[in-house]
């Protein structure tokens, strides 16, 4: 199914690598005008090239998504480089794996301000430019990474398991807020399972590490295994589900969680 974004503004968070760079390059690929935010600037700044040199329109801005001057910059710049705001992607986000007992509170408050307060700001942000009136001004898309982990429980991930769990709820009281004020936004949340990427591979060690598995090889064969489609992820399988959310094809689709991931949550 084609999911055409001609004349759609994208702002993607984290997009310099892993699951934002594939939503990057599929949404430029269907015709919308993307800027690229990540705190990777080398690597941002190469992957908008890139979608440029194959004919897609795509820009880079560095931002962090835990200070908010550098939201209200980045949406400015969307807006006044590509004329508008119709897709906001809350993709930017870090992991931390450790035992609860252990838990340290410079180390919450860190991931707290990326994965929840973050993705908070962008909503405020974006709302302002897309709703009647603002710069943008005619609805759109807000599409939100969540995770499996903020559906089940998993050990030695409950810091970051909260924070998935909030962005699912937030993605929902947004939804809702949104759409009864006449807002013309949805909002959505994706759910993926193991994701190869640098978080995922990461991921993986941090499991050996804590002695969870024996090691690496062992770590994925018994991850595939609980997969029953028979293997973990790729960005790309998040990207198509972005790409739907994005789209008009979801135009009656808000509040929603798309769980991607192999089927695992369910087996
Ligand atoms: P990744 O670490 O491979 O890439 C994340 C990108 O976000 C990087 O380019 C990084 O520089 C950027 N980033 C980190 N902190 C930032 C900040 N403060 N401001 C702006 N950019 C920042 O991660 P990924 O696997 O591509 O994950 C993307 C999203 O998907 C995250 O929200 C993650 O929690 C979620 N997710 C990932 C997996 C997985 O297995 N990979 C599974 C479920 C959910």
Redesign the pocket.
């Known amino acids: 199914m084609k999911q055409n974004l001609t004349g759609k503004v994208a702002y993607v968070?984290?997009?310099?690598?892993?699951?934002?760079?594939a939503i990057a390059r599929s949404f430029a690929a269907e015709g919308a005008s993307v800027l690229l935010?990540?705190?990777?600037e080398a690597?941002?700044e190469a992957l908008a090239a890139q979608i440029r040199d194959q004919g897609g329109k795509a820009a880079f801005i560095h931002?962090?998504?835990?200070d908010e001057p550098q939201w209200e910059r980045a949406l400015a710049r969307a807006v006044a480089q590509f004329g508008g705001l119709d897709i906001l992607v809350n993709?930017?986000?870090?992991?931390q794996t450790g035992l609860l007992a252990d838990v340290e509170l410079a180390d919450i408050n860190r991931l707290l301000a990326?994965?929840v307060a973050?993705v908070i700001l962008g909503h405020k942000h974006a709302i302002r430019a897309m709703r009647p009136g603002g710069s943008a001004g005619k609805g759109g898309s807000i599409i939100n990474?969540?995770?499996?982990?903020g559906l089940i429980g998993t050990p030695a991930l409950g810091v970051?398991s909260a924070s998935?769990g909030a962005v699912r709820l937030l993605s929902k009281a947004a939804a809702v807020e949104c759409g009864r004020l006449g807002y013309g936004i949805r909002v959505n949340s994706i759910?993926?399972?193991?994701?190869?990427?640098?978080?995922?591979s990461?991921?993986v060690d941090d499991f050996v590490g804590l002695g969870v598995f024996a090691d690496r090889e062992t770590a994925l064969r018994q991850m595939r295994e609980t997969y029953p489609i028979g293997r973990t992820?790729i960005?790309g399988d998040?990207a198509n589900a972005a790409l739907f959310l994005a789209s008009e094809q979801s135009s009656w689709i808000t509040g929603t969680e798309i769980v991607v991931d192999g089927g695992m949550t369910i087996s």
């Open positions: 968070s984290g997009a310099a690598a892993g699951i934002g760079a935010g990540d705190v990777q690597r941002g931002h962090d998504v835990a993709n930017a986000g870090i992991e990326v994965n973050g990474l969540s995770s499996v982990a970051y998935k759910h993926p399972g193991l994701v190869d990427t640098d978080m995922g990461k991921l992820g960005p998040i």
